[in-house]
């Protein structure tokens, strides 16, 4: 019977060491299934080794063994495979030696181990490995009721009537020595488990501590006294670039290594007060040293490194051991360097900066702290850095008092929506000098909520000075060009009042020493006349500073064209071409009609002299309500509303860039000495500015001049219905092609902006040669957008007539800024052909795009 006890323990004890084992282990961390179906397998074969170790019991002589602790763990802890394997183990086993088992006795195998793995799945079982004692107390009773099976088996069912107490005595001896087993595999493995647990949770430790200090750059050392090979672990290997062919001991990754090869590597300089250092160490005169300094690895790098030991005596008194911790510095080092760099760098700026670096807290609104001021602050102030922290009241107190109140309302609106900004003041120093700064502020909010101001204050003194002195320069230029103008116009007015005082003179005089009275009547006129001339001489030198005392009307601009393309057909020659193109339907304007008809002279007689006496003049009018996006480039704006527009085109030399910029000024002509003023186009400009309208040029060279001018459209008049903007058009062009030729960039780039939101696939060229030849390449494009005049051989005409050879249905659109419509007629167009003038409003130029396509529809059905 003991050794029956004694295998039996020795067996339970190796189902506690398997267990253990397989807890440990590396390779099977964290795989759960696994582990618990090694677990069954284990305890499959545990059961083998009790049931080879069992005694017979009882008159009935029958056999007991210790598996019913096995049994009932595989399942709990070996899951449905110790649950399967641990019962087939038992049941083979007994097959196996000749000795068949019966069904009440297969019944408990196969009940336990079902017993144990549905105790795995309560509520209690938190931990799969582990068994609380709450577990097991529910264990034990799911075992003493299954032990109701062969007690009823027994009393009733027995082929050999056996008596009650012998019944109770084999039921009692099972269930006893099945509770004993069980208590004694649970104290097992709960030891097993327990120590598992610690050794894991060591290990973790361990490998936490030495990633830690893998990737904190540290390693650890130790020396025996005396012994000149210390231990090196795998940190130190690596700090001092040391391989396994340095190793003297065990291990892949750390041994002991020659103290020599060590020393080796320090430089020679840091060396001696480490040795020192040490030397106090081993002496006992410290027990703690440490040290920093610098080594060469065999690799050639440079590492800068802080060792701390500590030495350990058996005796209290001289060391026998000194262990330590060497720290790579390194990377440390090397941002301080940088740091300190950065900050010598700042320095050194804000030394050289013509002003200051400042550095306010504006969390609270009400207590703004100055937390930084750079010390150039003396030459700007007079007031040292170290003043301003003590009173930083300073900085308001030398701002000048009547711009303190908006600068700061400007950090408070800055500050609420968190952009930089600029600002110009002007201080009075400690001596009482007057400076000029330059505030560069921005603000940003640090993790704790803080607002900072950060800001550079530039001396803008010197600045200001060389502005204002500027400044002045120019009004002494302004002046003597003025004084200049004044003195040209005083000679050309007192050239024509001379003349007109003649005149007058000469007729008096004659009618003074007349005898004629016939011909008094005559001198009388021509006296009259001269003096009307003098009168719109001295209008025209008062349109000229807009000051004319203008008179205006009610007009309709056909009417005022219709009466004088009478007069204007007079002044031209028959080789000039006077056209008019007037619109229906003409919006009436307020304005003086003797000015107006001024304007219009000085228009024809300049586009007179621009086509030599030789080609086109059209005059045209229209409607033009600015109230959307116009193509336009122009650099003066009309105000939005309605307007009538008066343009005046001709077909001569046209001018270049330079002569456009300066039309307008005063006495600015291109024409010979004696024939022009140089008044003509400022007193128009002056016009129509004081009727509250503008003057817009279009002009090329070689192609011709067009002059619009633009008259606000009377108030008191009907409102006339204008195109609504439909959306269908702005989607109207959705997967269509159209070839653009536009020579203006900015002009290109709005139309491709346009057209492309209004769902067309454009193609933009600058040039009508570029554009046929895009067309060739690629005859694909539904539509073709083309200016009329460009650089190149092709102008817009001409591209639309070359490509309708090949491709007569090709719709086209031409816009033009200045040629007139009656101008390009019989040039390539055709009576159906759309022409815009620019500036074209966006929903104009989208419905013409639609017309366009119709027509051609219409024209080919």
């Known amino acids: 019977m ?46 083998v080794s009790l049931s080879m170790t069992s005694v017979s ?77 709450s577990a097991l107390l529910a264990l034990m009773a799911g075992y003493a009721l299954l032990y109701l099976f062969p007690f009823i088996q027994l009393s009733y069912f027995s082929p050999v009537p056996l008596q009650l107490s ?25 030891v097993a488990t327990r120590l598992a647990a610690k050794v894991n949770s060591s290990n973790e430790v361990a490998e936490n ?21 210390p231990f090196f672990d795998a940190g130190m290997m690596a700090i001092y670039g040391l391989n396994k062919s340095d190793l003297v001991g065990q291990g892949e990754e750390q041994g002991l290594v020659p103290i020599s090869d060590w020393e080796s590597l320090v430089f020679p300089e840091d060396f001696p007060a480490i040795k020192a250092e040490a030397e106090r160490v081993w002496r006992g005169e410290q027990q703690v040293g440490r040290g920093e300094f610098r080594i060469r690895r065999s690799d050639g790098a440079l590492r800068t490194i802080r060792a701390v030991w500590i030495s350990d005596s058996q005796n209290g008194s001289i060391p026998t051991r000194v262990s330590g911790v060497h720290v790579d510095l390194t990377d440390t080092r090397e941002a301080e360097k940088q740091h300190r760099s950065s900050q010598g760098r700042l320095a050194m700026i804000a030394e050289e900066l013509p002003g200051i670096v400042l550095e306010i807290d504006v969390t609270e609104n009400e207590e703004r702290k100055l937390l930084y001021i750079s010390p150039k602050c003396q030459e700007i102030w007079g007031v040292t850095d170290q003043e301003f922290y003590e009173n930083p009241g300073f900085l308001s107190e030398m701002h000048d008092q009547d711009d303190i109140e ?105 009618l003074r020493e007349g005898e004629e009275p016939e011909k008094q009547k005559d001198l009388i006129d021509t006296a009259i006349t001269a003096s009307l001339r003098g009168a719109d001489l001295t209008k025209n030198m008062l349109a000229f500073a807009r000051k004319a005392p203008l008179t205006p009307v009610k007009l309709n601009l056909n009417d005022v064209v219709r009466e004088a393309k009478n007069w204007i057909g007079r002044t031209l020659p028959k080789s000039v071409r006077v056209e008019t193109s007037l619109l229906a339907g003409l919006w009436a304007i307020d304005a003086d009609r003797s000015s107006l008809e001024s304007a219009l002279l000085n228009l024809t007689l300049n586009a007179r002299d621009a086509m030599d006496g030789n080609g086109s003049l059209t005059i045209e009018t229209a409607n033009l309500r600015i109230d959307e996006d116009y193509i336009d480039t122009r650099e003066e704006e009309l105000v939005p509303g309605r307007y009538v527009m008066l343009a005046v085109s001709d077909t001569g030399s046209g001018m270049d860039k330079e002569t456009l910029a300066s039309i307008f000024e005063p006495f600015f002509t291109t024409k010979p000495p004696g024939v022009g003023s140089g008044l003509g186009l400022s007193m128009t400009l002056g016009f129509m500015r004081q009727s509250g309208g503008t003057v817009q040029v279009y002009s090329e060279v070689g192609e011709g001049t067009t002059f619009k001018l633009y008259f606000p459209a009377a108030a008191a008049q009907p409102d006339q219905p204008t195109k609504p903007h439909s959306a269908r058009l702005d989607q109207d062009g ?89 101008t390009v007629h019989g040039n390539g167009l055709r009576p159906e052909d759309i022409r815009l003038m620019k500036p074209v409003q966006r929903a104009d130029l989208l419905a013409a795009l639609v017309k366009a396509r119709i027509n051609i529809k219409d024209r080919s059905s």
């Open 406 to 510: 908006s600068f700061m309302e400007l950090i408070n609106r800055q500050r609420k929506i968190g952009r930089p900004f600029a600002h110009r003041y002007k201080i009075t120093a400690r001596d009482g000098s007057t400076r000029w700064l330059d505030f560069h502020g921005s603000f940003s909010v640090e993790e704790d909520g803080q607002t900072l101001l950060r800001a550079v204050q530039l001396d803008a003194t010197q600045q200001v000075q060389v502005q204002e002195q500027m400044h002045q320069e120019r009004e002494i230029a302004r002046r003597a060009q003025k004084f200049e103008s004044i003195g040209q116009l005083t000679g050309g007015v007192a050239h024509d009042f001379n003349n007109l005082l003649a005149v007058i003179l000469g007729n008096l005089e004659l």
């Open 57 to 133: 019991v009882g008159p009935q002589q029958v056999v007991m063994n210790a598996i019913s602790g096995t049994l009932l763990f595989a399942g709990y802890l070996g899951g449905p495979v110790g649950a399967l394997f641990a019962p087939v183990c038992a049941v083979s086993y007994r097959l196996a030696i000749g000795e068949p088992m019966s069904g009440i006795d297969t019944f408990m195998v196969c009940s336990i181990p079902l017993l144990g793995l549905a105790g795995s799945y309560l509520p209690i079982a938190r931990s799969w490995y582990r068994i609380p004692r």
């Open 734 to 822: 959705a997967g269509r092609r159209l070839l653009l030729a536009e020579d203006e960039e900015e002009v290109r780039n709005i139309l491709v902006s346009i057209l492309e939101r209004a769902g067309y696939l454009v193609t933009a060229t600058a040039s009508g040669d570029e554009a046929y030849a895009t067309f060739v390449a690629d005859p694909t494009f539904d539509l073709l957008l083309t200016d009329i005049v460009m650089p190149g051989k092709l102008q817009g005409t001409n591209l639309a007539k070359e490509l309708r050879l090949k491709w007569p249905d090709l719709p086209v659109i031409f816009m033009s800024g200045y040629a007139s419509e009656a």
């Open 166 to 190: 012998a019944i109770w005595q084999v039921v009692l001896v099972f269930f006893v020595t099945g509770v004993i087993t069980i208590l004694i595999t649970w104290k097992i493995l709960e």
């Open 209 to 229: 501590l030495d990633l830690a200090m893998r990737v904190s750059g540290m390693g650890r050392f130790r020396r025996k006294r005396g012994d000149p090979r």
């Open 2 to 47: 003991f050794a029956f006890f004694l295998q039996s323990l020795i067996s339970l004890s190796l189902a506690g060491v398997l267990v253990f084992a397989t807890l440990i282990s590396e390779f099977l961390r964290g795989k759960d299934q696994v582990q618990r179906a090694l677990i069954g397998v284990f305890f499959g074969v545990i059961i």
